[in-house]
């Protein structure tokens, strides 16, 4: 038997619903507010129950209809576009402490090389000469703050 | 109105705001083209760098941006089979024929003047639309205004999904739940922050753009392993072939064109539907008009067909203006991230912009015929060396696509939070899309959120918590009676295929 991924959506969309319902009754209030027309409950708590049914008439119509088989997920690029976001963090995770050129570069080579480009040449050009360019542009043009880098301060500047 | 119309001349021809123009048209093309990223993308791209423009300025160069996204799409339809953008898809269905015949060039010319006419059309309409509309939106009370924007939800959730309507309304909550995250903005409480200092304010429209937008269209070219740049290079280092459009050619296509602007500016305007439902109406209104000879041609790299849907698609672009600006609804995901681009701009579109910022109005509108004529002028003959960008390898490009999406939102809030923010949702947008959730209605949701909220309070405190609103005022009632109908449609349609079906089967 196949997965029927909708269903497995809708009932996930289902238990969000419930999740963010259950959050919004823990929305703070202000004392007397409970009794007015419209408390900041008042929308997501609306929203919760909408999501719901709808999730709800998604699972009965994934029950009655499967759908058809799509491609196999297992085909796709899962490996590249993992590391792809992998780099994404690690790339907001250095920028404070790397600084904007360093945390850069190496966030750029490293797409560069998880999409397969080798060669050196084209590697360092769309890397450090379009990280400098960038940079200058930002900050000596545009007059913008970028991150010096945390990791350099004392030695450096 | 005069009055408006020559502050608008006067503010869309300074130096600068011309070159705006230039620069959307020229970067809205290159973006429009590369098959995956559509006009939302290339919008969401260029928001970062509006920032310091004032209003004006900036909506002109997104309007180009649009414009521009819309005809690099043509672009590649007709060159590589690849439709950029979806409201482009209709344009392959010739034009392609039409290129691998030798005719590229021309089909770009036809491409370039019906997108021109298409687009001229609708920029007068708008202009003779949007005032009245706005006066007459005046009258609006917040009752009509929910009403208003629960049915551009519903329309939008509609129509772009076909079949999936349910998938596009959970999409669409989706949207709405993401944006009560942040301070409430009538009682200033935390809502689904958890503690965290970095979800004070929000999830930004930007970042929710830009993560399901640029960054998971980017993201799932490489999933699918899409290698589009080899055609690309391929078709691009070929002769396009004569540009010249004959005058036989250009009379049996003049009436297509003009009935295509006309259906097409009037669709555009209906929340919802927008330029890629008006370039299949087009296409299909054309084919049925034909004579039976014409329409053996059609597909296989007609005149008229080609014309057909890319005079629609430019109309609808313009119609789609009218309610984004006179009721300040965005009409569709494209119009709903131009909507956030103008509030942070600390614009407020609806009625009152007419009067209030008359020249961010009708700078709009007359910079838009403006970006028709850089399109038809300046575009046409950049075409062959635009497309040779094309060639660049998609791994050169997708990490570069990647930095200016993040760098865009960093730029804004400063602060590597939104990195982080931007993977997980593009994760969750490339999951989204796999199982065939439509990421538009999520993001209109997501900017009709607060506005929802608002109105929902107002008409309930009016009301004394009661929802007698809905039906007390008689245009409440009809927008409500229109969406209720809207959802409903496609399950009489459901219901009638079943009952065909049962019929068929016991005649059978």
Known sequence: MTLNRDLVAALGFLAFSIAYG????????????????????????????????????????SLR????????????????????????????????????IVSTTLFLVAG?????????????????????????????????????????????? | MLEGILTGLST??????????FVGCFAGTFIGMLPGLGPISAIALMIPITYGFDPASGMILMAGVYYGAIFGGSTSSILINAPGVAGTVATAFDGYPLAQQGHAGKALAIAAGASFTGGTVGAILLLAAAPALAHVALSFQSADYLALMVLGLTAVSAFTAPGQVLKALIATVMGLMISTVGTDPSAGVQRFTFGSLNLV??????????????????????????????????????????????????????PVVARSSILGFFVGVLPGAGATIASFLAYGAERSFASAAEKLKFGKGSLRGLAAPETANNAACTGSFVPLLTLGIPGSGTTAVMLGALISYGVQPGPRLFQNNPDVFWAVIISMYLGNIILLILNLPLIPYIARLLALPRQILTPLILFFSLIGVYLVSFNTFDIHMMAGFALAAIVLRLLEFPMAPLILGFILGDMIEDNLRRALTISDGSIAFLWERPLTAIIFGVTILTLLAPLVRVVRQRRSAMLAGEGG
Do not use: C
Request: aromatic share 12%; net charge negative; hydrophobic share 55%.
């Open chain 1, 22 to 61: 259950w959050q919004a009754t823990g929305i703070d209030m202000f004392p007397g507010q409970e009794g007015e027309a419209f408390t900041p409950q008042t929308f997501p708590l609306a929203l919760a129950i909408v999501g719901g049914l709808l999730a709800l008439g998604q699972t009965v119509k």
């Open chain 2, 201 to 254: 304010d929000g999830v930004s429209f930007l970042l929710l753009a830009m993560a399901t937008f640029a960054l998971s269209e980017a993201l799932m070219a490489v999933l699918k392993r899409d290698k589009h740049s080899e055609a690309a290079a391929r078709a691009t280092s070929g002769q396009l072939g004569s540009m010249r459009v004959s005058r036989e050619e250009i009379r049996d296509i003049a």
């Open chain 1, 112 to 157: 560069y090389l998880i999409l397969g480009e080798r060669r050196p040449l084209v590697i360092g050009m769309a890397s450090v000469v379009l990280t400098v360019a960038f940079w200058a542009l930002m900050t000596k043009v545009l007059g913008l703050y970028l991150a010096p880098g945390e990791l350099f301060r004392g030695w450096l500047w």
């Open chain 2, 12 to 21: 869309a021809f300074t130096p600068m705001n011309l070159m705006m123009v």
């Open chain 1, 65 to 100: 209809e499967p759908p058809l088989a799509g491609e196999a997920w297992a085909s796709y690029d899962w490996p590249r576009v993992g590391l792809l976001l992998l780099s994404m963090v690690a790339y907001g995770a250095t920028f404070t402490w790397l600084g904007f």
